[in-house]
């Protein structure tokens, strides 16, 4: 390819882009090429984000031969002009690099910043994906995405204790050595061993996870919880400890909790809520506390406090002013977790008669 060609090409994306009418991957390019021109490293990645947004009206300019007639302006912390004198130099010859780039080691960018087609908002945030980190005890790691199981993973360092982090805007499940498969929400962590010895199955969980525990009588299966240990011999729960109060939601089988002394059992239908003090068992809305699972979020009598916290965690963003809203209000309705970020947020702004600013990764609640 021509030189002439490469800087057609890339000109092409890039208005492509501005228009909004890039698919996820093009987006990502884009913006791969964006934060590559980097001269301020120290540069927090939010302050990036928002030169993104800003600096497009100036790109623009820059591909209609227009950049001599920007006037100087205030310096950014992120220079958006100085970007946009170099885009044609620096966004062809460095548009093969990343393609190459992208093919021979791709980059997973969960709920990844994108254009917003709505023109509501300075920019969108696309859904979660599936993606997760497993690292040995010596701290060697390997990269799962959506082609590789942890049980996959043949390599002799992946032998002993292990962990499994799934980071936040990811989700991820494993099958454990008796059969037990376990699905991780996002911000979650389970630390086992590839292989259960003894007489008993026991894991180590922070954050939250659905069990669909395999039977054996003989080896009851042990899940630690901060200074708690849910023990089971073959069920389906779900358990949420992102707070500092847990819960365990019941689907089917039986569990025993275990808690600063106290102890209680869980039939079916039901939810053990673990403090400090006290085990409080209750009726649990199963549909509403498993919906994760499903793909969906589902608001029914959730607080606003509840619904940002989900929303964070899936979109890896930050509410900013979110107490001028009242944090105990209650919602309802289902939304889908593989809808954009704004798509959300629209939803939001009519149920509370409020505006939501997408900035970067932060959501400004006006």
């Known amino acids: 390819m021509t030189e002439d060609n490469q800087r057609e090409q890339a000109q092409k994306l890039l208005k492509k882009y501005l228009r909004g009418e890039c698919n996820p991957d093009e987006e990502q390019l884009v913006t791969e090429w964006f934060f590559s021109f980097d001269k301020e490293p120290a540069v927090p990645v939010t ?14 300019h820059t591909l209609e031969g227009e950049i001599n007639k920007v006037k100087p ?13 170099s ?15 992208k093919q021979t080691n791709p980059v997973t960018q969960l709920a990844a910043i994108t254009a917003d087609t709505s023109g509501m908002f300075k920019n969108d945030i696309l859904p979660g994906g599936r ?7 010596r ?30 805007a ?21 630390e086992y061993p590839d292989q259960f010895a003894g007489d008993e199955r ?12 395999a039977k054996d009588a003989s080896k009851p299966f042990r899940i630690e919880v901060e200074k708690s240990v849910i023990e089971v011999l073959g069920t389906s729960f779900n358990v949420n400890a992102y707070q500092e109060e847990i819960s365990t939601s019941l689907v089917e089988g039986k569990v025993k909790i275990i808690s600063h002394g ?24 199963i549909q509403k506390n498993t919906a994760w699972q499903r793909g969906e979020f589902l608001l029914d009598g959730s607080s606003f406090e509840e619904i940002i916290n989900q929303i964070s965690r899936w979109y890896n963003v930050d509410f900013v002013n979110a107490e001028s809203i009242g944090l105990d209000n209650r919602f309802n309705g289902t939304l889908s977790r593989e809808s954009r970020l704004s798509e959300v947020l629209k939803i939001l702004s009519y149920t509370t008669n409020r505006k939501f600013e997408i900035d970067g990764r932060r959501i400004v609640i006006h």
């Open 73 to 85: 302006q205030r310096r950014f912390i992120w220079k958006p002009i100085a970007v946009a004198a």
């Open 47 to 60: 302050e990036k984000e928002a030169a993104l947004a800003r600096s497009k009206n100036v790109l623009m």
């Open 202 to 213: 026991r894991v180590k969980l922070v954050g939250e996870a659905f069990f669909q525990v």
């Open 262 to 285: 106290h102890e209680a059992y869980l039939s079916p239908g039901n939810e053990a809520i673990i403090s400090l003090d006290k085990i409080r068992v209750q009726p649990a809305d």
């Open 170 to 190: 990811g989700t991820y499940s494993v099958v454990l050595s008796d059969g037990t498969t376990v699905w991780l929400n996002a911000a979650s962590k389970l």
């Open 131 to 137: 993606f997760a980190k497993l690292s040995n005890e």
């Open 139 to 168: 701290g060697e790691t390997q990269l799962l995405g959506k082609e590789t199981q942890p049980e996959n993973v043949k390599s002799d360092a992946f032998k002993g204790n292990l962990t499994l982090e799934v980071p936040a």
């Open 87 to 101: 885009i044609l130099f620096a966004l062809t010859t460095t548009f093969l690099l990343l393609q190459q780039k």
